[in-house]
């Protein structure tokens, strides 16, 4: 069985995917985004150890609670947990739990598509609209999160991709998110929203 380092849980939200969810935070980031609001989950320390099992039942215990809704997990970057993540999304497929996965797509495509497969869902939280702004906002290159919107679009991964808009006055940011997701075709459901 896995253990994971758990930032936190939330037991009853409703932001971080369809009705009521369970929602995971892990700990662990590989990006430095300058808008982070959760900057204590960039490091492993401090974390508290959990196992697949342990989370499961905790889901289970409470089940028609997420009747319409389900698991979420989010971080910090979910996915830099590899093992743990795919045990627990496992588990919550064989229990017929509807899993999301909300990530910035900041791990090699390689690595994640199978975690990505396993999700019910993706929630792809697109910093930026160009590989200039995305480097200078977060501290690593846009790749990786490129790659993982080019694997949902190219496998039709229900996905919902979230455009973080600096400054809602920005138009030129605007613009360039709606060229990207153009490029990328329609197959994705696009939020666009504010910060700061
Ligand atoms: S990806 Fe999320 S947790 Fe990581 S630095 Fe950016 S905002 Fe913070």
């Known amino acids: 069985m896995q253990t994971g380092i758990v930032h936190s849980i939330e037991t009853f939200g409703t932001l971080d995917g369809p009705g009521t969810r369970y929602v995971l935070f892990l700990k662990g980031c590989p990006l430095r985004c300058i808008f982070c609001h959760n ?9 508290m150890e959990k196992t697949t099992g342990e989370i499961v039942e905790d889901v289970l215990r409470t089940q ?8 979420t997990i989010s971080g910090g970057e ?4 590899h093992d743990f993540v795919k045990e627990l999304l496992s588990l919550f497929r064989e229990n017929n739990i509807h899993t999301a996965l909300d990530t910035a797509g900041s791990i090699e495509i390689e690595k994640s598509a199978e975690l ?12 930026a609209p160009t590989a200039d702004l995305f480097e200078t906002i977060t501290g690593s290159p846009m790749k990786n999160s490129l790659d993982t919107l080019d694997y949902c679009e ?11 808009i600096i400054s809602a006055l920005n138009m030129w940011i605007f613009f360039r998110f709606i060229s990207l997701a153009n490029t990328n075709g329609r197959n994705s459901t696009y939020l666009i929203s504010s910060t700061m």
């Open 39 to 47: 900057p204590d989950t960039w490091k492993m320390e401090g974390g």
């Open 64 to 71: 028609s609670f997420y009747k319409k809704g389900g698991v």
């Open 78 to 81: 979910p996915m830099l947990q």
């Open 116 to 127: 990505i497969d396993l999700a019910d869902m993706l929630l792809l939280d697109m910093k």
């Open 154 to 164: 190219k496998t039709n991964k229900h996905s919902v991709n979230f455009w973080r």
